[in-house]
């Protein structure tokens, strides 16, 4: 079996689906193998999969970034509800807002006070234009009343790597990707987009609480080329969802930030409709193009 992923090694995605590799080859009895084609916020790999036989040998870690593509664009070479058999989630999370180390910025209202004194003069980095992250930042922008320059990279290890070498000014990242900086010290957390405080940064703010109402979190989730039979995806899922289930996989993801979340195939569907829904209003009320 092989789960694509249209991210770079060490992105988020990557992370996760290697965590549950081992797992889910041992239930499946057979390996698995972890693959990538990078570029375009993951759509290079989405389009593949989505022509790959039905035969549940195939698989596509999606992302959040998948349902704000579906909501905003209109050339996806194809259709998210239509060419895909939902399997499972395998995580959610909360984005978090970053800024290097030793930053001026030891908050996120100092940032944006500094940003509405200064319109146009910093810049916020995200993994690629359209994605969760992006209209995270772009978010932010709106409801703060802040002008930020946006700039993508084509992966998260890259918009780190740029942050950390002080050629941008913030950043809005996954904690399982910018984790490492985090622990060493070089990068720091201002705020957490979900609506409360989360467990893996209990010290930090939510944006919340500076920029009411602000909330925007994200999933990662399996999915097969439609037309895999239902049976065959019920038994993904089910193996898919224990082994989140199991105490050394949780404790995993739980350390990069990220909570372990199994969906059955009807679930994981109605979380990709809402999602959909959701970001259309979101990218309307921002002016996302």
Not at 100 to 106: K, M
């Given at each position: ?53 039905p035969d549940g040998y195939t698989l596509i870690m999606l992302t959040g970034a998948d349902g704000v593509m579906a909501a905003t664009m209109t050339d996806l070479p194809y259709d998210l509800l239509r060419d895909f058999a939902f ?203």
């Open positions: 079996m092989q789960i694509w992923h249209g991210f770079p090694v060490g992105s988020s995605v990557d992370i996760i689906a290697r965590i549950i590799q081992p797992g889910l080859s041992e239930r499946l009895g057979q390996p698995v193998i972890i693959d990538m084609k990078p570029g375009a916020s993951g759509r290079i790999a989405t389009a593949f999969v989505a022509k790959q036989p399997v499972s989630t395998t995580a959610a999370y909360p984005f978090v807002i970053l800024v290097l180390s030793d930053s001026p910025y030891q908050t996120l209202g100092q940032l944006i006070e500094d940003a509405r004194k200064r319109p146009g003069k910093l810049s916020y980095g995200h993994s690629g234009a359209g994605s969760a992250l992006h209209l995270a930042g772009e978010l932010l922008k709106a409801e703060a009343g802040i002008d930020l320059v946006h700039v993508p990279y084509k992966g998260g290890p890259q918009v780190l790597q740029e942050l950390a070498a002080g050629r941008l000014d913030m950043a809005v990242g996954v904690p399982s990707s910018a984790m490492p900086l985090i622990k060493a010290g070089r990068l720091r957390v201002l705020a957490v987009t979900s609506l409360k405080r989360d467990p893996s940064f209990p010290d930090v703010p939510a944006v919340d609480e500076t920029v009411p109402g602000y909330e925007v979190t994200s999933w990662l989730g399996l999915a097969a080329p439609a037309g895999t039979s239902q049976t065959t995806v019920d038994r993904l899922s089910t193996e898919v969802r224990a082994v989140l289930a199991r105490e050394d996989v949780a404790a995993r993801m739980r350390a990069i930030g990220v909570e372990p979340v199994g969906m059955t195939s009807g679930e994981f569907r109605a979380r990709v409709e809402a999602d959909i829904h959701k970001w259309r209003r979101l990218a309307a009320k921002v002016n996302l193009q």
